[in-house]
């Protein structure tokens, strides 16, 4: 008997710890169907609770979910209105159930930006999950990483300007510390769904080394077995970080 897609992602020594998904072709999933864009929001709903629940069941560290970049608040404030409306049912709806499934809740981006009913459901999402130690699931919302850097950079100015920090020992480090993602690895994989082939800004510091898949794949398709593929595909892979395939087979 052949093995099962799961057995084979979890018998390889390689195995990713930090997944990040760029969630594209919601709208584009309805008009396919001639429905209203809200109907692929809706829709996308169903792929995050599975690819979620697959998750923590083979053991990935943490889930990141670029849910609402800051450039979509230009979008027709009609989508945007019902986007915050289920959003705060998402997640009034599922925090139990991601409670009891030891799912720790977080966010990065501005949430000051969305509407202070979203705010509030978010934050006490995250308070009820705060000490779990299963799946770290991260929404990135109104987010843009641009603007992280740029706040970053500004932060840093700031403690140069007060005597706490010297400019030569700027680093790398001392960078990474000022961002939303100070205390989250780096991601392993980064997925996107509905073809195209950017990264819209999101998380550009810290997918220097990340390995991309995009898929063809509108996000309320995408489902167990297109996140195992993803998975296998990323296995696959010679991770080499600047350094030659012969040096880290060595």
């Given at each position: 008997?052949s093995?099962?897609?799961?057995?084979?992602?979890?018998?390889?020594?390689?195995?990713p710890?930090?997944?990040?998904?760029?969630?594209?072709?919601?709208?584009?999933?309805a008009?396919?169907?001639?429905?209203?864009?809200?109907?692929?929001?809706?829709?996308?709903?169903?792929?995050?609770?599975?690819?979620?629940?697959?998750?923590?069941?083979?053991?990935?560290?943490?889930?990141?979910?670029?849910?609402?970049?800051?450039e979509?608040?230009?979008?027709?404030?009609i989508?945007?209105?019902?986007?915050?409306?289920?959003l705060?049912?998402?997640?009034r709806?599922?925090?139990?159930?991601?409670?009891?499934?030891?799912?720790?809740l977080?966010?990065?981006?501005?949430?000051?930006?969305l509407?202070?009913?979203?705010?509030?459901?978010?934050?006490?999402?995250?308070?009820?999950?705060?000490?779990?130690?299963?799946?770290?699931?991260i929404?990135?919302?109104?987010?843009?990483?641009?603007?992280?850097?740029?706040?970053?950079?500004?932060?840093?100015?700031?403690?140069?300007?007060?005597?706490?920090?010297?400019?030569?020992?700027?680093?790398?480090?001392?960078?990474?510390?000022e961002?939303?993602?100070?205390?989250?690895?780096?991601?392993?994989?980064?997925?996107?769904?509905?073809?195209?082939?950017?990264?819209?800004?999101?998380?550009?510091?810290?997918l220097?080394?990340?390995?991309?898949?995009?898929?063809?794949m509108?996000?309320?398709?995408?489902?167990?077995k297109?996140?195992?593929?993803?998975i296998?595909?990323?296995?696959?892979?010679?991770?080499?970080?600047?350094?030659?395939?012969?040096?880290?087979?060595?």
């Amino acid at each position: 008997m052949s093995k099962s897609l799961r057995e084979q992602i979890l018998e390889d020594e390689i195995f990713p710890s930090h997944i990040a998904i760029i969630m594209d072709g919601n709208g584009r999933w309805a008009k396919k169907r001639n429905l209203p864009r809200v109907s692929g929001h809706k829709e996308g709903i169903n792929s995050v609770r599975e690819i979620v629940r697959i998750c923590g069941e083979i053991g990935i560290s943490y889930l990141t979910l670029y849910t609402f970049s800051s450039e979509n608040w230009a979008r027709p404030k009609i989508e945007v209105s019902a986007i915050m409306k289920l959003l705060l049912g998402t997640i009034r709806k599922e925090i139990n159930n991601l409670h009891q499934n030891n799912v720790r809740l977080s966010s990065i981006g501005n949430l000051q930006d969305l509407p202070s009913e979203s705010r509030r459901g978010i934050v006490e999402g995250m308070e009820k999950t705060k000490n779990n130690t299963g799946l770290n699931l991260i929404l990135a919302l109104s987010y843009g990483s641009r603007q992280e850097l740029l706040m970053a950079v500004k932060r840093i100015a700031v403690k140069i300007e007060s005597g706490k920090l010297e400019s030569k020992y700027i680093s790398e480090d001392i960078l990474s510390q000022e961002l939303y993602t100070s205390n989250i690895p780096d991601p392993d994989l980064l997925i996107r769904t509905g073809g195209e082939n950017r990264i819209s800004n999101f998380l550009l510091w810290q997918l220097a080394y990340t390995e991309l898949f995009m898929t063809n794949m509108f996000w309320p398709d995408f489902r167990e077995k297109a996140l195992l593929e993803a998975i296998v595909d990323y296995q696959s892979r010679q991770r080499r970080f600047g350094q030659t395939g012969e040096q880290v087979s060595a």
